[in-house]
């Protein structure tokens, strides 16, 4: 079959200024000046013999011809692009963008990505470790998947620490958390030994963003009043940080008593690095999960990870 197309450049231009309702927007996007994106859509316009946008204020607006067809373009875009995927697969490395929470990605991830890459060694991993992936279950669009552009050629998943509700997305269940209070061994067995929860009234709370977004706010005072000592300690004291992987750290190092996510701190405590001198534990009403665009979950890359990352929560 012999297909009539517009130059693809053009086609492109016009899905980004429609996308946009902004000739300077797509422009800055698309790396060209202003004037480029008005020749490309003039000459478009002209090809077809039909008109896409009219001038509105200092914006534009699609006509009706435009807006009707721009949904089939973006499919093709969408399809040519998973095309490029399947031939890259078979012919080279593809890249596979992971974005994880910070303690996730350190406690959990990294230990097993080596067997990943291992059996999957046509797949390049680019990690990063964001905050901005633990949620607790209110989806923030312009968080999820970040500047993930779906039309490239390259695939990107994120692990989010929510409720697992992300319309359009899909969304894998990986494993709830508990929430548990941790300090070093030597702080646990010191000159003034943690034995029961009321024992924290002696020493320092430390507390992390992170973990106040997990629970909803008031971390500590919520695990205080689980262990019916809410009314003997005081939870808005300690020093705060930005991440748990610094409270972990700064309760290693014996600055004091941090909050932490089980399972992701059972390493921690099996090697003795850190103890949990209590039985109590919270349960946020959050899930770890594995979250990416429905229109790119069937790549080959994104797919091997997803059955990867499936089989080694399956222990969990």
Known sequence: MIYRLPPLNALRV???????????????????????VSHQIKSLEEYLGVELFRRAGRGVQLTEAA??????????????ASAME????????????????????????????????????????????????????????????????LRSDTSGVEIHLGSGDYPGY??????????????????????RPIKEPADLANHV??????TEVVAGGNAWRRW?????????????????????????????????????????VDFDIATGRLCAPFKVETKPPSAYYLVCPEVIADRPAVAAFRAWLLEQVKPA
């Open 67 to 80: 807006r009707a067809c721009l949904p089939r373009l973006r499919e093709g875009f969408d399809s040519l």
């Open 86 to 149: 399947l031939l890259r697969e078979r012919g080279g490395k593809t890249d596979l963008f992971i974005t994880a929470p910070p303690v996730f990605t350190q406690r959990w991830l990294m230990p097993r990505l080596a067997d990943f890459s291992k059996r999957n060694p046509k797949v390049e991993l680019r990690v990063f470790a964001s905050s901005k992936m633990v949620d607790a279950g209110a989806l923030d669009s312009p968080t999820l998947m970040g500047n993930f552009d």
């Open 224 to 264: 205080l009043e689980a262990a019916g000592v809410a009314d003997r300690v005081d939870a808005s004291r300690g020093p705060h940080f930005s991440t748990n992987i610094l409270s972990l750290e700064a309760a290693s190092q014996k600055l004091g008593v941090a909050l932490a996510l089980r399972p992701l």
């Open 205 to 210: 709370l430390l507390h992390d963003d992170a």
């Open 14 to 36: 016009f899905e980004a200024a429609a996308r946009h309702l902004s000739f300077k927007e797509a422009a800055n996007e698309l790396s060209i000046t202003q004037a480029a």
């Open 170 to 191: 899909r969304a894998d269940l990986l494993f709830a958390v508990r929430m548990t209070a941790v300090a070093a061994p030597e702080l646990v067995n010191g000159e």
